[in-house]
Protein backbone atom coordinates (compact mmCIF):
# COMPACT_ATOMS: atom_id res chain seq x y z
CA UNK A 1 0.00 0.00 0.00
CA UNK A 2 1.27 3.48 -1.06
CA UNK A 3 0.79 6.21 1.60
CA UNK A 4 1.77 10.40 1.07
CA UNK A 5 2.87 12.35 4.02
CA UNK A 6 2.88 16.26 3.80
CA UNK A 7 4.83 17.69 6.23
CA UNK A 8 2.71 21.03 7.50
CA UNK A 9 -1.06 21.67 6.47
CA UNK A 10 -0.31 25.42 6.07
CA UNK A 11 3.28 27.58 5.37
CA UNK A 12 3.60 31.07 5.34
CA UNK A 13 6.33 32.79 3.62
CA UNK A 14 6.98 36.32 2.24
CA UNK A 15 7.08 37.65 -1.10
CA UNK A 16 10.72 36.33 -2.03
CA UNK A 17 11.54 34.12 0.32
CA UNK A 18 12.37 30.66 -0.55
CA UNK A 19 9.28 27.63 -0.85
CA UNK A 20 9.88 24.69 1.02
CA UNK A 21 7.20 22.39 0.96
CA UNK A 22 7.73 18.83 2.27
CA UNK A 23 6.59 15.21 1.16
CA UNK A 24 7.20 11.86 2.41
CA UNK A 25 5.97 9.04 0.43
CA UNK A 26 5.92 5.29 1.50
CA UNK A 27 5.00 2.57 -1.57
CA UNK A 28 6.10 -1.05 -1.90
CA UNK A 29 7.62 -0.22 -5.63
CA UNK A 30 9.59 2.18 -7.28
CA UNK A 31 7.43 5.02 -6.99
CA UNK A 32 5.90 7.79 -9.53
CA UNK A 33 5.49 10.89 -7.73
CA UNK A 34 3.87 14.53 -8.57
CA UNK A 35 2.97 17.29 -7.13
CA UNK A 36 0.29 19.25 -8.34
CA UNK A 37 -1.01 22.52 -7.59
CA UNK A 38 -5.07 23.68 -7.02
CA UNK A 39 -5.91 27.48 -6.65
CA UNK A 40 -9.08 28.82 -5.30
CA UNK A 41 -12.41 27.25 -6.77
CA UNK A 42 -10.63 25.19 -9.45
CA UNK A 43 -8.82 21.86 -10.01
CA UNK A 44 -5.73 20.62 -9.81
CA UNK A 45 -3.15 21.45 -12.08
CA UNK A 46 0.00 19.03 -12.65
CA UNK A 47 3.61 21.41 -11.44
CA UNK A 48 6.15 18.04 -11.65
CA UNK A 49 6.54 14.76 -11.80
CA UNK A 50 9.00 12.36 -10.72
CA UNK A 51 9.20 8.90 -12.98
CA UNK A 52 13.24 7.44 -13.38
CA UNK A 53 16.19 9.17 -14.32
CA UNK A 54 17.30 12.37 -13.02
CA UNK A 55 16.42 12.84 -9.56
CA UNK A 56 15.94 16.53 -9.73
CA UNK A 57 12.97 17.49 -11.71
CA UNK A 58 12.22 20.72 -12.93
CA UNK A 59 8.48 21.96 -13.62
CA UNK A 60 6.24 25.10 -14.43
CA UNK A 61 6.42 28.26 -12.52
CA UNK A 62 9.85 27.81 -11.21
CA UNK A 63 9.52 25.01 -9.21
CA UNK A 64 11.44 21.73 -8.84
CA UNK A 65 11.62 18.73 -6.16
CA UNK A 66 14.34 16.64 -6.00
CA UNK A 67 13.37 12.29 -5.43
CA UNK A 68 15.93 11.52 -2.43
CA UNK A 69 15.57 7.25 -2.43
CA UNK A 70 16.86 7.04 1.00
CA UNK A 71 15.16 9.43 2.84
CA UNK A 72 11.45 8.52 1.14
CA UNK A 73 11.29 12.48 0.37
CA UNK A 74 10.23 14.40 -2.57
CA UNK A 75 10.49 17.83 -1.23
CA UNK A 76 9.23 21.21 -3.73
CA UNK A 77 11.18 24.60 -3.70
CA UNK A 78 11.00 27.76 -5.32
CA UNK A 79 14.02 30.04 -4.89
CA UNK A 80 11.37 32.95 -4.68
CA UNK A 81 8.20 33.12 -3.83
CA UNK A 82 5.35 35.19 -5.85
CA UNK A 83 2.40 36.11 -4.79
CA UNK A 84 0.49 34.07 -7.28
CA UNK A 85 2.46 31.09 -5.89
CA UNK A 86 -0.71 31.29 -2.91
CA UNK A 87 -2.44 28.13 -3.42
CA UNK A 88 -2.73 24.76 -1.72
CA UNK A 89 -0.42 21.77 -2.99
CA UNK A 90 -0.37 18.29 -3.06
CA UNK A 91 2.50 15.56 -3.26
CA UNK A 92 0.97 12.47 -5.14
CA UNK A 93 2.12 9.04 -5.97
CA UNK A 94 1.13 5.95 -8.31
CA UNK A 95 2.73 2.87 -8.65
CA UNK A 96 3.46 3.10 -11.96
CA UNK A 97 3.69 6.22 -15.01
CA UNK A 98 0.30 3.71 -16.08
CA UNK A 99 -1.25 3.83 -13.02
CA UNK A 100 -2.08 7.73 -12.64
CA UNK A 101 -5.17 7.35 -12.63
CA UNK A 102 -5.02 5.60 -8.72
CA UNK A 103 -2.92 8.36 -7.25
CA UNK A 104 -2.50 8.56 -3.36
CA UNK A 105 -2.57 12.34 -2.59
CA UNK A 106 -1.00 13.63 0.59
CA UNK A 107 -3.39 16.06 2.78
CA UNK A 108 -2.25 18.91 1.25
CA UNK A 109 -0.36 22.10 2.04
CA UNK A 110 -1.83 25.97 1.79
CA UNK A 111 0.85 27.95 1.10
CA UNK A 112 0.27 31.85 1.68
CA UNK A 113 2.30 34.77 0.00
CA UNK A 114 2.57 37.89 2.15
CA UNK A 115 3.83 41.13 0.65
CA UNK B 1 -9.77 22.12 -26.27
CA UNK B 2 -12.40 21.12 -23.58
CA UNK B 3 -10.03 18.65 -22.18
CA UNK B 4 -12.10 16.79 -18.57
CA UNK B 5 -15.63 18.61 -18.26
CA UNK B 6 -17.92 18.27 -15.23
CA UNK B 7 -21.20 18.67 -14.78
CA UNK B 8 -23.02 20.14 -12.53
CA UNK B 9 -20.54 22.57 -10.74
CA UNK B 10 -22.75 22.72 -7.88
CA UNK B 11 -25.66 20.76 -6.56
CA UNK B 12 -27.55 20.82 -3.34
CA UNK B 13 -29.42 17.12 -2.87
CA UNK B 14 -31.91 16.40 -0.04
CA UNK B 15 -30.94 13.11 2.50
CA UNK B 16 -32.21 10.44 0.31
CA UNK B 17 -32.60 11.99 -3.10
CA UNK B 18 -30.33 10.15 -5.85
CA UNK B 19 -28.04 11.90 -8.55
CA UNK B 20 -25.67 11.50 -11.31
CA UNK B 21 -22.40 13.58 -11.95
CA UNK B 22 -21.31 13.51 -15.27
CA UNK B 23 -17.71 13.91 -16.29
CA UNK B 24 -16.51 13.86 -20.27
CA UNK B 25 -13.33 13.93 -21.91
CA UNK B 26 -11.89 14.75 -25.17
CA UNK B 27 -8.52 13.44 -24.97
CA UNK B 28 -9.14 9.63 -26.13
CA UNK B 29 -8.20 8.97 -22.88
CA UNK B 30 -8.32 4.90 -21.79
CA UNK B 31 -8.14 5.81 -17.82
CA UNK B 32 -10.73 7.76 -15.78
CA UNK B 33 -10.78 8.65 -12.26
CA UNK B 34 -13.24 9.36 -9.44
CA UNK B 35 -12.26 11.57 -6.17
CA UNK B 36 -13.38 13.59 -3.72
CA UNK B 37 -12.01 16.35 -1.79
CA UNK B 38 -12.76 17.09 1.69
CA UNK B 39 -10.61 19.47 4.02
CA UNK B 40 -7.70 18.23 5.58
CA UNK B 41 -8.14 14.77 3.76
CA UNK B 42 -6.39 15.80 0.27
CA UNK B 43 -8.40 13.35 -2.67
CA UNK B 44 -9.38 9.95 -1.97
CA UNK B 45 -10.57 7.67 -4.99
CA UNK B 46 -13.76 6.64 -5.32
CA UNK B 47 -13.82 4.66 -8.42
CA UNK B 48 -11.92 3.85 -11.33
CA UNK B 49 -11.91 2.68 -15.08
CA UNK B 50 -9.17 1.41 -17.16
CA UNK B 51 -11.58 1.31 -20.47
CA UNK B 52 -15.24 1.17 -21.77
CA UNK B 53 -16.73 -1.62 -20.13
CA UNK B 54 -13.88 -2.25 -17.00
CA UNK B 55 -14.48 -0.44 -13.91
CA UNK B 56 -13.41 -0.83 -10.50
CA UNK B 57 -13.50 0.32 -6.49
CA UNK B 58 -11.07 2.47 -4.76
CA UNK B 59 -10.56 3.68 -1.24
CA UNK B 60 -14.08 5.17 -0.87
CA UNK B 61 -16.89 3.49 -3.18
CA UNK B 62 -19.32 3.12 -0.90
CA UNK B 63 -22.72 4.90 -1.77
CA UNK B 64 -21.20 5.29 -5.38
CA UNK B 65 -21.56 3.28 -8.33
CA UNK B 66 -20.04 3.71 -11.96
CA UNK B 67 -20.19 2.85 -15.37
CA UNK B 68 -18.05 3.27 -18.90
CA UNK B 69 -20.20 2.68 -21.74
CA UNK B 70 -17.35 4.68 -23.87
CA UNK B 71 -14.40 5.95 -23.32
CA UNK B 72 -15.36 9.34 -23.34
CA UNK B 73 -17.83 9.59 -20.50
CA UNK B 74 -17.59 8.42 -16.89
CA UNK B 75 -20.85 8.96 -14.78
CA UNK B 76 -20.68 9.11 -10.99
CA UNK B 77 -24.12 8.17 -9.00
CA UNK B 78 -25.18 8.70 -5.84
CA UNK B 79 -27.57 6.37 -5.05
CA UNK B 80 -29.29 7.35 -1.82
CA UNK B 81 -27.32 10.43 -0.43
CA UNK B 82 -26.37 11.09 2.60
CA UNK B 83 -24.77 14.26 4.58
CA UNK B 84 -21.34 12.75 4.52
CA UNK B 85 -21.23 12.83 0.93
CA UNK B 86 -20.93 16.59 1.23
CA UNK B 87 -17.83 17.63 -0.63
CA UNK B 88 -15.97 18.26 -3.87
CA UNK B 89 -16.13 15.95 -6.80
CA UNK B 90 -13.06 15.77 -9.13
CA UNK B 91 -13.17 13.62 -11.84
CA UNK B 92 -9.90 12.77 -14.02
CA UNK B 93 -8.65 11.33 -16.81
CA UNK B 94 -4.95 10.00 -17.60
CA UNK B 95 -2.81 9.08 -20.47
CA UNK B 96 1.17 10.24 -21.59
CA UNK B 97 2.03 9.60 -17.76
CA UNK B 98 -0.01 12.89 -16.78
CA UNK B 99 -3.47 12.87 -14.69
CA UNK B 100 -6.34 15.76 -16.25
CA UNK B 101 -8.58 17.17 -14.05
CA UNK B 102 -11.82 18.46 -14.25
CA UNK B 103 -13.36 22.05 -12.55
CA UNK B 104 -15.01 19.55 -9.72
CA UNK B 105 -18.36 19.73 -8.89
CA UNK B 106 -19.48 20.91 -5.08
CA UNK B 107 -22.01 18.75 -3.69
CA UNK B 108 -24.01 19.72 -0.44
CA UNK B 109 -26.11 16.92 0.72
CA UNK B 110 -28.55 18.44 3.37
Known amino acids: AQSVTQLGSHVSVSEGALVLLRCNYS??????LFWYVQYPNQGLQLLLK??????LVKGINGFEAEFKKSETSFHLTKPSAHMSDAAEYFC?????????????FGKGTLLTVNP | NAGVTQTPKFQVLKTGQSMTLQCAQD?????MSWYRQDPGMGLRLIHY???????DQGEVPNGYNVSRSTTEDFPLRLLSAAPSQTSVYFC?????????FGQGTRLTVV
Open chain 1, 27 to 32: SSVPPY
Open chain 2, 92 to 100: ASAGGGEAF
Open chain 1, 92 to 104: AVSEGLSSNYKLT
Open chain 1, 50 to 55: YTTGAT
Open chain 2, 49 to 55: SVGAGIT
Open chain 2, 27 to 31: MNHEY
